[in-house]
């Protein structure tokens, strides 16, 4: 076992290179500072954001891309504080995360010292766990210990909250003695990972029975890199699949069991085929008010095999018939392996095919068509965007209308390549993730889809990617308005539209966008909507940013009124005709 004397400080950043951290995002100041001078000599690369929420979301898009945690580090007080809404949008999300926060020296702990904040106590209901470091032989354990709980399990953020006085090479009371391998103290926490026999034999015969089955997958799919074994379960039974905002890709667009996503801004087959299903096989997801709409007339008729590793999730929102707590790779691969072996019954599911071919048919995703004089309209710039890019690309949106237009326009074919913010539903969370993203993999396409609401909060992180070399393309829609507020005024408030309007002409984008080193464009007619787009693919020496200046009266449909139950779907005007 090799030991070395060494500070608090070097200790911290040695023990993140022992932990495979290759990138981390971060803003230095006085109670960090001291790590940051360790950073100079070593591996990784410091990615210098222009807010602290930067680094956080930059941190959560390098995880969602890869699987691996992201790392980011800041100071104390308001830079611990900047970065609450990205770890909160990671705990919601099961984002595994570290962050490193500077603290002011224990001694001062409690005392109002400049820039303290109870950075622990503030956290501690959004992270999977948090520690406060009060000894610096203490650190390689808490840094292995915090990244095994990030990444276990369900996955989700973990913060370390690092007092000045421990890392501080000047103050005696940082020295340590280095050893590299450090054994972590975690008694309690044994995430449960293999699935009781007898709850898959109790769920295989339930799929067995069934005679309108759906698969709901969630997110927790892709947490566990369980998409290759989903697709081998739905092609096994022949059952049909939705997929939740969280798990775009994790079963591809284009396959023919593929029904489409749930939920609010669903699309029909998706959404009615769960309200009449008899069984939902819910894989990793976990029955969010956003995909069962009024809970009491959610799939009234629907039995429940519910997968999940957290056991805190199953019969949280909806009581399950048979409930299996483990890895959901693990529990599909059993299922696979039960429904092989027993076979996937014999009930006739044709009545139940052909239904779901009708709704497809009578309902697509659609809009009305572009005419002459009308503004561009949002869909057509994702289609375009879509055709015109590898089916590789990896995109990102912020939260409103384009982010349910990137959903349900795009044509999600790979796992990993959609990154969004779901639960917390975090305004700005476009371009800082699609840094993170594009850090992680420089060879691939990484588009961000924002809104010009959510452009407002997060855009200067493209002074980082100017400066950091991160080639990322932004796809921004701007209809002047905070659109999905806008459209809510207007289908439920009698059209009194209250704070919603931005403005036309301020702020200039595209100036603003060069000023911050991108290339910038900006598109008002359809017709160079393809060109554009075409430009800034070409593009790869810098960001680019494409103003798509669009309609403000577009809408986002299908939709389920807050409150409503799925069987109330609003689909588009000229659908409305249809038989149901």
């Known amino acids: ?82 970065i609450v809404t990205p770890l909160c949008d990671a705990y919601l999300d099961s984002v595994p995360m570290v962050v490193i926060t500077g603290q002011v020296p224990y001694a001062a702990i409690g005392t109002d010292a400049f820039q303290e904040c109870d950075t622990t106590g503030i956290t501690q209901s959004i992270t999977k766990h948090n520690f406060l470091v009060t000894d ?37 009371r940082s020295e340590m003695v280095w050893e590299d391998d450090v054994e972590m103290d975690l008694p309690g926490y044994r995430p449960q990972v293999e699935v009781d026999p007898e709850a898959i034999r109790a769920a295989a015969k339930l799929v067995r029975d069934a005679e309108r089955p759906v698969l709901y997958v969630g997110g927790g799919i892709l947490k566990a890199r369980a998409a290759e074994v989903l697709r081998e379960l739905a092609e096994l039974t022949g059952i049909g699949v939705v997929t939740t905002l969280m798990a775009r890709g994790a079963f591809p667009d284009s396959h023919e069991l593929c029904l489409g996503m749930p939920g609010m801004h669903g699309n029909y087959t998706a959404v009615t085929a769960m309200q009449e ?39 949280k929102v909806r009581r399950p018939d048979v409930a299996v707590q483990g ?11 039960e429904l092989s072996d027993g076979g996937t019954g ?17 309902f697509p995703l659609a809009y009305e068509p572009w005419v002459p004089g009308d503004a561009l309209k949002p869909q057509y710039v994702i289609e375009q965007l879509r055709d015109a890019t590898p089916a590789d690309t990896i995109v990102t949106s912020g939260v409103g209308q384009h982010q349910m237009w990137a959903s349900q326009y795009w044509t999600f074919d790979y796992p990993y390549t959609w990154i969004n913010s779901g639960g917390l539903g975090t305004m700005g969370f476009s371009i800082p993730a699609a840094i993170g993203a594009k850090v992680a993999y420089p060879e691939r396409m990484v588009w961000a889809i924002d809104g010009d609401g959510c452009f407002q909060m997060t855009a200067q992180e493209l002074v980082t990617a100017a400066v950091e070399d991160i080639p990322i393309k932004v796809a921004l829609l701007n209809n002047s308005y905070l659109g999905m507020v806008r459209q809510w005024q207007e289908m439920f408030y009698e059209e009194r539209y209250s704070e919603v309007f ?31 787009i075409a430009q800034a693919n070409e593009v790869d020496d810098r960001p680019v940013v494409i103003d798509f200046r669009v309609a403000a009266d577009e809408k986002v449909f299908p939709m389920v009124p807050s409150g409503k139950s799925n069987s109330e779907l609003v689909v588009p005007e000229f659908q409305r005709d249809q038989p149901r």
């Open 1 to 82: 076992m090799t030991t070395e004397r060494m500070d608090g400080g070097r200790a911290l950043i040695r023990a993140l290179e022992h932990e495979g951290v290759e990138v981390m995002f971060g803003l230095p100041g006085g109670a960090i500072l001291p790590v940051y001078d360790p950073i100079i000599d070593s591996s990784i690369r410091h990615i210098l954001v222009r807010h602290e929420q930067g680094a956080g979301h930059m941190a959560e898009g390098y995880a969602h891309a890869t699987g691996r945690p992201g790392v980011a580090m800041v100071t104390s007080g308001p830079a611990a504080t900047n």
């Open 136 to 172: 610096p032989q203490d650190i390689p354990r808490t840094i292995k210990e915090a990244f095994h709980i990030a990444t276990t399990g369900r996955p989700g953020p973990v913060l370390v909250d690092i007092p000045k006085d421990i890392v501080d090479p000047t103050n005696p």
């Open 277 to 315: 299903a008899d069984l939902l096989v819910a894989l990793g997801a976990r029955f969010d008010d956003r995909v069962t709409g009024r809970l009491e007339g959610f799939a009234p008729e629907a039995r429940v095999v519910h997968v999940d590793i957290d056991p805190a999730e199953l019969g």
């Open 327 to 337: 890895d959901v790779r693990v529990a599909i691969e059993a299922l696979v392996a």
């Open 346 to 362: 014999e009930v006739d599911r044709s009545a139940w095919r052909s239904r779901i071919s009708g709704w497809q048919e009578r």
């Open 502 to 532: 931005l403005s036309k002409e301020v702020p200039d984008y595209k100036m603003w966008a060069e000023s911050m080193g991108c290339h910038a464009i900006r598109i008002d007619d359809p017709d160079e909507v393809d060109s554009a």
